[in-house]
C-alpha cells in the first residue's frame, strides 16, 4: 500500500489528490455500489488467500474475488471509501484498510464485509495493515497515524510513537507539553510522516513512508528504531528477496537493497525512472517492481539486475503477484493478466 499508485497513497497525494479521488465525507458510511465493471477501476492492492483465491480492494469500496486471476466477483462492502491494502491471516479471516480511517474485517474469505473502524471527520487515509496472529493487527497511515488492536480488530486503539520522531522534533514536543498542552496535541497528529507500508520479516517488522522513513521494530510495534536516512524521498514498497535481502522502492525510479536487516542500503541502477509503487518476488526467485507509467521490471539475479518489459500503454501499475502460470497485475485501470511465457 501501496503503500501504491501516487494518485491515492503518495504523500503528495493527500494534500494534493486528483478531483476524481476525492468523496464526499460522510458520517455514515454507504455501501459499495455492485459495479459490472469494476474490475477495470483503479485497483490498488491484491494478495493470495490459501493458495486457492484472489483477492483485490481499490477505489470506492471495490473487493473482488477470483479463483483464475481472469474472471472475478465484486463482495459486498459496507462503504464507498477508497480502499489501500489488504491482509489475510488465514483462508477465511482478512481485513482491508483505506480512506476515512476504514478498517474492514471479513469471516468468510472475502465474501462479505464488515466495518471495524470508521472516522471520516480525522481526514486521514490507512495505507496499510499487518496482523501477526488472528488477535494482534496494526494499521497505519498518513500523518503518522497508528493503530493496534489485540482482540482481532473488535477494538482499535490509537498509538503515537514519539521514538519515531527525529531528535529536534522530539525537544519540540517536550516543551510544547510543558507550556501549551493543547498545542502539542495538535503536533502529536501532524509531525510523524505518512506510513506508507508494513514488511514483517520473521521477528521484525518494517515500515517505511515519506521523506525517506524507515523505522525497524522487533516487539511487534511497541516500540520503535528509526533507521537511519538511506534517501530523502518518499518510500513506497518494502518487502524480502528470495535471497533474504530487503528491497524498498520509491519516488521516481529509486530502488535499495539491504544485506544486513535495514542497517545499511545500496542504491539500485535502473533504468526507469518513474515512481515504483510495489514491489514482490515470486516461487521460483524473481523480483519484481511496479509502478507508473506502465513500470514493469523483473529480476531473475536477486536484484543485482532487471530487464524491462514496462506496458507500452503506460497505465500505472499499483501491485502485482504470480498466479500459476500469470503474472496478475491491478493497475489504475484494473486487473491486467501477463502469461509468464511471454516474460522470458
Known amino acids: 500500500m501501496l503503500n501504491k499508485f501516487i494518485w491515492l497513497l503518495a504523500a503528495s497525494a493527500v494534500a ?87 478498517i474492514l474485517v471479513t469471516a468468510d474469505g472475502g465474501v462479505s464485509w464488515q466495518l471495524q473502524h470508521y472516522s471520516p471527520e480525522t481526514d486521514k487515509p490507512l495505507f496499510d495493515i499487518y496482523f501477526a496472529d488472528a488477535q494482534k493487527g496494526i494499521a497505519v497511515g498518513a500523518y503518522g497515524i497508528f493503530y493496534r488492536t489485540d482482540d482481532g480488530g473488535n477494538s482499535w ?34 509531525l510523524l510522516p505518512h506510513f506508507n507500508r508494513l514488511y514483517a520479516d520473521g521477528n521484525a517488522l518494517y515500515m517505511i513512508g515519506e521523506a525517506g522513513f524507515a523505522a525497524k521494530s522487533i516487539n511487534f510495534g511497541d516500540s520503535w528504531q528509526r533507521l537511519d536516512a538511506f534517501y530523502n524521498g518518499s518510500l513506497f514498497d518494502i518487502t524480502g528477496t528470495p535471497q533474504m535481502a530487503l528491497l524498498a522502492v520509491g519516488l521516481r525510479g529509486h530502488a535499495f537493497i539491504s544485506q544486513d536487516q535495514g542497517q545499511h542500503w545500496q542504491q539500485i541502477t535502473l533504468n526507469r525512472n518513474a515512481t515504483l509503487n510495489s514491489a514482490f518476488s515470486d516461487d521460483n526467485g524473481a523480483v519484481y517492481l511496479v509502478g507508473n507509467a506502465g513500470t514493469l521490471l523483473i529480476s531473475r539475479d536477486g536484484a543485482a539486475s532487471f530487464t524491462d518489459y514496462s506496458q507500452a500503454d503506460g497505465k500505472a501499475i499499483i501491485n502485482g503477484l504470480v498466479w500459476h502460470n500469470l503474472l496478475v497485475l491491478v493497475t489504475e485501470t484494473g486487473v491486467r493478466t501477463i502469461n509468464l511465457s511471454e516474460l522470458k
Open 16 to 102: 494534493a489528490v486528483t478531483p476524481f479521488m476525492m468523496q464526499a465525507q460522510q458520517s455514515e458510511p454507504q455501501a459499495a455500489y455492485q459495479m459490472p465493471q469494476a474490475s477495470k477501476a483503479l485497483l490498488t492492492d491484491l494478495v493470495k488467500v490459501n493458495g486457492q483465491q484472489l483477492v483485490a480492494v481499490g477505489e470506492r469500496g471495490h473487493i473482488l474475488l477470483s479463483q483464475d486471476g481472469q474472471s472475478w466477483t465484486q463482495a459486498q462492502v459496507p462503504v464507498q471509501s477508497n480502499l489501500s491494502s489488504v491482509y489475510f491471516i488465514n483462508p477465511q479471516q482478512g481485513w482491508a484498510v483505506g480512506h476515512d480511517a476504514t
Open 157 to 190: 486503539h490509537k498509538h503515537f510513537h514519539e521514538e519515531l520522531l527525529l531528535e529536534e522534533e522530539r525537544e519540540y514536543l517536550a516543551e510544547l507539553k510543558e507550556t501549551d498542552p493543547e498545542s502539542y496535541q495538535i503536533e502529536t497528529e501532524a
